[in-house]
T-cell receptor, first 112, second 108 residues
Framework: SQTIHQWPATLVQPVGSPLSLECTVE??????LYWYRQAAGRGLQLLFY??????ISSEVPQNLSASRPQDRQFILSSKKLLLSDSGFYLC???????????FGPGTRLLVL | QKEVEQDPGPLSVPEGAIVSLNCTYS??????FMWYRQYSRKGPELLMY????GNKEDGRFTAQVDKSSKYISLFIRDSQPSDSATYLC????????FGTGTRLTVIP
C-alpha cells in the first residue's frame, strides 16, 4: 500500500531564516506530487505541483520554491521566511486521475 | 467571488443526528466532486468522490451532486463522536479547488 511521509511535523523558525520541508511517497511509481498551504479559514491553497523529476509548476508566485530531485521526493524551500509563511503545509500525491489526491500528515510552520 | 463556497460552521449536533454539509460552486466546468475529512492537526483524508449528478452512498455517508444548481452535499447518518472533524469539499477542473471546510462536532 502507498504511504506518504512529511517531516518535520512541527517547525518554529525566525523571520529571514531558510526553510526545507520534505515529502516522500512509498509504494507507487511516477506519482504526481503537490504542495499545499492551509491557513485558518482560507482552505487549501495549491502552491506547486510536479508530474515528474525536475518538473515543477508554480501556482502562486511567492518566496517559496519546490524541487523534485527523485521520483518520490518533493521538497519545499525558502531562502528567507516571512511572517506570512506561517501555516500548515501539506504534501499530496496522485497517480493518473487528478481527482484522487492523497495527503500526508502535514507540517505546521510558525514563523516568529 | 470564490469558486467554491462552503459554510465554515461550526456545526454541533447530538450523537445519532443526520448531518448535512453543503458546498456551492460557480464554475460549470467542474467535473469531479470530492469530500475530504480532516481531523485536527492532521492531513485531509479522501471520503468520497463522484462524477455525475445524483447520489452516491458509502456506509453512513451519502454524497449528492446537483450540477444544474451547482450544489453538492454530504449527508452523515447516525452521526458519531468520531465524525467530529472538519469536512472539505473539493472540485476538479485541471486542478483541485477546495472549499474552506465546515467544522463539525458530534456531541455524545
Amino acid at each position: 500500500s502507498q504511504t506518504i511521509h512529511q517531516w518535520p511535523a512541527t517547525l518554529v523558525q525566525p523571520v529571514g531564516s531558510p526553510l526545507s520541508l520534505e515529502c516522500t511517497v512509498e509504494g507507487t511509481s511516477n506519482p504526481n506530487l503537490y504542495w499545499y498551504r492551509q491557513a485558518a479559514g482560507r482552505g487549501l491553497q495549491l502552491l506547486f505541483y510536479s508530474v515528474g523529476i525536475g518538473q515543477i509548476s508554480s501556482e502562486v508566485p511567492q518566496n517559496l520554491s519546490a524541487s523534485r530531485p527523485q521520483d518520490r521526493q518533493f521538497i519545499l524551500s525558502s531562502k528567507k521566511l516571512l511572517l506570512s509563511d506561517s501555516g500548515f503545509y501539506l504534501c499530496a500525491w496522485s497517480v493518473g486521475a487528478i481527482e484522487t489526491q492523497y495527503f500526508g500528515p502535514g507540517t505546521r510552520l510558525l514563523v516568529l | 467571488q470564490k469558486e467554491v463556497e462552503q459554510d465554515p460552521g461550526p456545526l454541533s449536533v447530538p450523537e445519532g443526528a443526520i448531518v448535512s454539509l453543503n458546498c456551492t460552486y460557480s464554475n460549470s466546468a467542474f467535473q469531479y466532486f470530492m469530500w475530504y475529512r480532516q481531523y485536527s492537526r492532521k492531513g485531509p483524508e479522501l471520503l468520497m468522490y463522484t462524477y455525475s449528478s445524483g447520489n452516491k452512498e458509502d456506509g453512513r455517508f451519502t454524497a449528492q451532486v446537483d450540477k444544474s444548481s451547482k450544489y453538492i452535499s454530504l449527508f452523515i447518518r447516525d452521526s458519531q463522536p468520531s465524525d467530529s472533524a472538519t469536512y472539505l469539499c473539493a472540485m476538479v477542473e485541471n486542478n483541485l479547488f477546495f472549499g474552506t471546510g465546515t467544522r463539525l462536532t458530534v456531541i455524545p
